[in-house]
């Protein structure tokens, strides 16, 4: 499975990341993790100290875009280029800004949807990737999350924060993703609980959960590094009751018969 992990700036994308893919890991899941973001700050949230964070290798791009040479595989990539990480999960670092002036971002994300588009079933049960803020990676490089199965987008309760997910599912359809869910963050029960559910039905946004408020999150950011064991259990509970949304068959075939109609559709209007 390939999840993409999107939403507005500061909703708690890097955060969340970090814990679906803890909690896919005790799952006995392998997974692997790509940072997108220009200002990446993944590796610290899954537990490597900021030096390591800092001096991450990058895949360049030449290896993954267009195949490459054809000499490099997934198990390659991942023994040269992936991070090992204290909680089981192999970081990939895309792209990193460094130089004022240098230019767009549009060759790093042509590289992650490369990545995307190699066949990683033989290294990895989940890759996922933690996008930078916005919404332009839906349509840059021929959109960087084509090939996602599985689009998060994470909110905060904010009638703002939830028209950006609202804005995303359009975008995130003509690219083909066939499942798209809202997950509503930093919530204080119940009242935020209510509002996202109210403004996600107001703008067509499916809900998979929700996910508390804990102090154990921002006292980690501060001190810049990821929740350990026995921190934040009601987040952990919350992320793990989306993933198990995530993970349902039913959704699942619910999806791919929506796609289908979509197909049918494009199809009957070319026709037309």
Same mark, same amino acid.
């Given at each position: 499975?390939?999840?993409?992990?999107?939403?507005?700036?500061?909703?708690?994308?890097?955060?969340?990341?970090?814990?679906?893919?803890?909690?896919?890991?005790?799952?006995?899941?392998?997974?692997?993790?790509?940072?997108?973001?220009?200002?990446?700050?993944?590796?610290?949230?899954?537990?490597?100290?900021?030096?390591?964070?800092?001096?991450?290798?990058?895949?360049?791009?030449?290896?993954?875009?267009?195949?490459?040479?054809?000499?490099?595989?997934?198990?390659?990539?991942?023994?040269?280029?992936?991070?090992?990480?204290?909680?089981?999960?192999?970081?990939?670092?895309?792209?990193?800004?460094?130089?004022?002036?240098?230019?767009?971002?549009?060759?790093?994300?042509?590289?992650?949807?490369?990545?995307?588009?190699?066949?990683?079933?033989?290294?990895?049960?989940?890759?996922?990737?933690?996008?930078?803020?916005?919404?332009?990676?839906?349509?840059?490089?021929?959109?960087?999350?084509?090939?996602?199965?599985?689009?998060?987008?994470?909110?905060?309760?904010?009638?703002?924060?939830?028209?950006?997910?609202?804005?995303?599912?359009?975008?995130?359809?003509?690219?083909?993703?066939?499942?798209?869910?809202?997950?509503?963050?930093?919530?204080?029960?119940?009242?935020?609980?209510?509002?996202?559910?109210? %403004?996600? $039905?107001?703008? &067509?946004?499916? *809900?998979?959960? +929700?996910?508390?408020? /804990?102090?154990?999150?921002?006292?980690? !950011? #501060?001190?810049?590094?990821?929740?350990?064991?026995?921190?934040?259990?009601? %987040?952990? $509970?919350?992320? &793990?009751?989306? *993933?198990?949304? +995530?993970?349902?068959? /039913?959704?699942?075939?619910?999806?791919? !018969? #929506?796609?289908?109609?979509?197909?049918?559709?494009?199809?009957?209007?070319?026709?037309?």
């Amino acid at each position: 499975m390939k999840i993409g992990i999107v939403g507005k700036g500061g909703v708690g994308k890097t955060t969340l990341s970090s814990l679906i893919c803890q909690s896919y890991a005790e799952r006995g899941k392998r997974v692997v993790a790509i940072d997108t973001d220009s200002n990446p700050n993944l590796a610290m949230s899954l537990g490597l100290d900021e030096d390591t964070a800092n001096h991450a290798p990058l895949v360049p791009r030449s290896l993954v875009v267009g195949g490459g040479d054809g000499s490099l595989t997934p198990a390659a990539l991942l023994d040269e280029y992936g991070l090992q990480t204290p909680i089981g999960v192999t970081l990939l670092h895309a792209m990193r800004v460094e130089q004022a002036g240098a230019g767009c971002t549009c060759m790093s994300h042509a590289t992650v949807r490369s990545l995307l588009e190699m066949a990683m079933e033989d290294e990895a049960d989940v890759t996922l990737v933690d996008m930078e803020a916005g919404l332009e990676h839906l349509s840059r490089a021929g959109g960087t999350l084509a090939y996602a199965d599985v689009l998060l987008m994470i909110m905060e309760p904010t009638r703002k924060s939830i028209l950006t997910a609202a804005r995303t599912v359009p975008l995130a359809e003509e690219l083909g993703i066939p499942r798209m869910y809202g997950v509503g963050n930093k919530a204080r029960l119940p009242a935020d609980a209510e509002f996202y559910e109210k %403004v996600c $039905a107001e703008q &067509g946004v499916t *809900l998979a959960g +929700v996910v508390p408020f /804990d102090a154990a999150v921002p006292s980690a !950011d #501060r001190k810049g590094v990821g929740l350990v064991a026995g921190q934040a259990p009601d %987040v952990r $509970a919350a992320v &793990g009751r989306i *993933l198990d949304v +995530v993970d349902s068959e /039913d959704e699942h075939q619910a999806a791919l !018969d #929506r796609r289908r109609e979509r197909l049918r559709g494009h199809i009957a209007t070319i026709r037309g």
